[in-house]
């Protein structure tokens, strides 16, 4: 390969890297979140390297073979329009930054999604989950608390996992969240899980925190004092999911479908739900009234003596 060539495929990979720093540093990704944007931009430069693409100037048609190589390989629709959304954002951020001209990836159409419907459990199921969880230890208490808020704020897992005390306004009955790309929205809470949440910070955060090796704000603490990750939430979940006896499949971001549908079920316009729920687009929220009658329509098929 000349050496002009590689010292093109060098400059690009140091722009993507940059890219990267900036989804982190500026627009305030999360950690995992640049992660996957920095193995799908990966990919396409191996790609690129392998075809002989000009990286800085690719031909719509050059972009549409990369996405078909990998609908050959046997990635899903969903895996395509992910890599696809990543390039787009980069050559958006390359044009800006005046490193090209083109904008190839804003007119690649994207493959066709199956509309598929998010689970949310019922509310018997919810009620299982946090019936099942005592309050006989620091650790009972935290994870009833932790199940209490995210039912209570459908907020995301890594949102909670962000949250420090003072994020909590107990006398005003509200939690400021800070979601993707760090902007904040303030949900109010129930007084069921203001009451957990109280016991909690009284009872069991102070024994939590005396394990810690240095003092941190964080809300929610490990057995060892220190903030819990996104991901020692999710574990925390998936065991009271087993102790309930409810399908493993449900998942933290179930709590955020039911918290949504309740919501919508209850009479709650679809522009308030959005602006809980911290969606960007209006058009995310509105898979959820499609989830709302999909209820309604199971529930009269249950009652109807017809149906």
């Known amino acids: 390969m000349s050496?002009?060539?590689?010292?093109a495929l060098a400059e690009f990979e140091g722009l993507v890297e940059r890219y990267c720093r900036y989804l982190l540093e500026v627009r305030g990704l999360s950690d995992n979140t640049v992660r996957s944007y920095r193995a799908?931009?990966?990919?396409?430069?191996?790609?690129?390297r392998r075809r002989g693409v000009r990286p800085l100037a690719p031909t719509?048609?050059?972009?549409r073979g990369y996405l078909a190589e990998l609908a050959r390989a046997g990635y899903v629709p969903r895996t395509l329009n992910r890599?696809?959304?990543?390039?787009?954002?980069?050559?958006?951020?390359?044009?800006?930054?005046?490193?090209?001209?083109d904008e190839a990836a804003s007119v690649v159409a994207s493959p066709k999604l199956a509309r598929t419907l998010p689970r949310a459990p019922s509310d018997a199921e919810v009620d299982r989950l946090l019936g099942s969880v005592g309050d006989g230890c620091p650790v009972d208490l935290r994870d009833r608390a932790f199940l209490e808020l995210l039912y209570a704020s459908g907020a995301r897992v890594s949102e909670v996992s962000r949250l420090d005390v003072s994020d909590l306004d107990l006398a005003q009955g509200q939690a400021s969240l800070f979601g993707k790309g760090s902007k904040e929205r303030i949900v109010p809470l129930y007084e069921t899980a203001l009451g957990w949440l109280r016991r909690y910070l009284d009872e069991s955060r102070p024994v939590l925190l005396a394990r810690a090796k240095d003092p941190t704000e964080a809300l929610f603490l490990s057995t060892r004092g220190r903030r819990m990750s996104a991901d020692a939430l999710?574990?925390?979940?998936?065991?009271?999911?087993?102790?309930?006896?409810?399908?493993?499949?449900?998942?933290p971001h179930a709590m955020r479908h039911a918290f949504a549908t309740?919501?919508?079920?209850?009479?709650?316009?679809?522009?308030?739900?959005?602006?809980?729920?911290?969606?960007?687009?209006?058009?995310?929220t509105q898979v959820y009234t499609h989830l709302s009658v999909e209820r309604l329509r199971r529930a009269?098929?249950?009652?109807?003596?017809?149906a």
């Open 3 to 7: 050496g002009g060539r590689e010292d």
């Open 40 to 48: 799908d931009l990966a990919s396409y430069v191996s790609w690129v």
């Open 60 to 63: 719509h048609r050059e972009l």
């Open 83 to 101: 890599r696809l959304s990543a390039l787009r954002g980069l050559y958006r951020w390359l044009v800006r930054e005046g490193a090209c001209e």
């Open 234 to 251: 999710r574990t925390a979940f998936e065991r009271r999911v087993t102790e309930a006896g409810l399908d493993p499949a449900t998942t």
């Open 262 to 284: 309740e919501l919508l079920d209850g009479g709650a316009d679809l522009r308030s739900v959005q602006e809980l729920l911290g969606h960007e687009s209006l058009s995310t």
């Open 300 to 306: 009269a098929e249950g009652a109807h003596p017809r």
